[in-house]
């Protein structure tokens, strides 16, 4: 069974490389034409230092990091007095999925993000691999639909 804990992005950065890299390998890579993988981990450190990123990680009993859910927290622009948790970042290696890990897994973000001061958390997935029963199952609503365009 899976332990879940609030971690810091500095402090498992380098063990969280490899799954970053399969998280993009696995999901983003075919909607991204295939384009190299970075994670910006400068930019994930300074969000550290502003405290506007959480970390939820699952880990297998012997230690070894088996997934994370990553939020950025922002104020939200559009409902005043409301600190918004995006989620940025969520994967589970193949092994440790199955049964309701992953649904473990965000209810323990979204309870260390309620006692950090979110009041509403966003939830986003690939158009690829759509999460509509989990987030319903958390208890979310669709709101709106996002697309993008790369403009150069």
């Known amino acids: 069974m899976l332990a879940f804990a609030t971690e810091s992005f500095t402090e498992l950065e380098s063990e ?5 890299a399969a998280h993009w390998n696995e999901v983003e890579a075919p909607l991204h034409g ?3 993988y970075r994670l910006d981990t400068e930019r994930y450190r300074h969000l550290e230092t502003l405290n506007m990123l959480h970390v ?15 939020f950025t927290l922002v104020p939200c622009p559009h409902r005043p007095q409301t ?4 989620l940025d970042g969520l994967y589970l290696a193949p092994q440790a ?16 993000l309620r006692q950090r001061g979110a009041g509403l958390v966003q939830y986003s997935s690939p ?18 639909t996002v697309w993008h365009k790369e403009i150069r």
């Open 16 to 20: 969280a490389r490899p799954l970053t």
């Open 83 to 86: 600190l918004l948790a995006a």
């Open 56 to 70: 939820s990680a699952a880990r297998t009993p012997n230690g070894t990091l088996a997934g994370y859910a990553a």
């Open 97 to 112: 999925r199955g049964g309701f890990t992953v649904l473990r897994l965000l209810r323990h973000a979204e309870t260390a």
């Open 34 to 36: 295939q384009a190299d």
């Open 127 to 144: 158009a690829s691999r759509p999460c509509d029963a989990l987030y319903r199952r958390l208890g979310a609503h669709h709101t709106e």
